[in-house]
């Protein structure tokens, strides 16, 4: 159990995200690191995300879960690709481990990525234009606002990031991929019989689900045991049709 937290999967996706769908666009997914150190799983894990290089990458929530590993985030962060625009949401942990979120979000700005609390920006890539809803953390601020929706103007493609994937069903209206990871696959599974998934997690566990409009990764790290059992650690891929 030990030694399979420590491995990797790198698992590759290609959706539609806009309706012309004759553009691809490369994005990597980091959610729920739990940050500790910088050690070899970490290193793998920058290998895996710079290698080739996406045209963005998104940090969906649960980065670190101790405030004092503030400092250990920016170590990962700094051997990403820092020319790599990137974009972070917040999720349960953030909160649960009390972490100044002034201080993240500067963390973050000093290496080229913007922290979305729900509000929604622009990426342009090779003519095209994708808005990226960044929605606050359906559990650790269970306040769920919808403010990150509230640019309605055209876009070429559009995703939303949440770190739960229960948000999924308050959003149900906005038939946009969403980003999400929060379940750990159900982290330590007995034979693959029972998964235990946390608060904030609904009816998801890991993959892809409603018709491809909802992806739930795995994530990195580990949450209170440092174990995983037949859900080993998953870095998601996307080219994304626009």
């Not at 640019?151 to 948000?167: F, K, M, R, T, Y």
Request: a negative charge.
């Amino acid at each position: 159990m030990l030694l399979e937290a420590q491995r990797l999967e790198v698992t590759h996706h290609r959706v539609a995200i806009g309706l012309a769908r004759d553009t691809t666009v490369s994005m990597v997914q980091i959610t729920d690191l739990h940050i500790q150190k910088f050690g070899r799983h970490e290193e793998n894990i920058v290998t895996a995300a710079n290698n080739p290089r996406p045209d963005f990458m998104v940090l969906t929530g649960d980065s670190l879960d101790d405030r004092s590993k503030l400092g250990v985030l920016e170590e990962f962060l700094s051997h990403l690709n820092q020319e790599v625009p990137k974009y972070a949401i917040l999720g349960n942990w953030e909160y649960w481990g009390h972490v100044n979120l002034d201080l993240l979000s500067a963390v973050y700005a000093r290496h080229n990525c913007q922290l979305l609390v729900n509000q929604s920006v622009k990426h342009c890539v090779r003519g095209k234009e994708i808005r990226l809803a960044g929605f606050d953390d359906y559990v650790g601020n269970p306040h769920h606002s919808e403010a990150a929706l509230d640019d309605i103007s055209p876009v070429d493609g559009e995703l939303l990031l949440a770190h739960c994937p229960q948000h999924r069903d308050i959003v149900r209206h906005r038939y946009s991929l969403m980003i999400s990871g929060h379940t750990h696959g159900g982290q330590i599974n007995p034979a693959g019989l029972f998964n235990y998934t946390p608060i904030g997690s609904g009816a998801y566990l890991k993959g892809w689900y409603l018709e491809n409009t909802l992806f739930v990764s795995r994530g990195l790290g580990t949450s209170r045991v440092p174990l995983r059992l037949n859900s080993v650690p998953e870095l998601a891929r996307f080219d994304l049709l626009v």
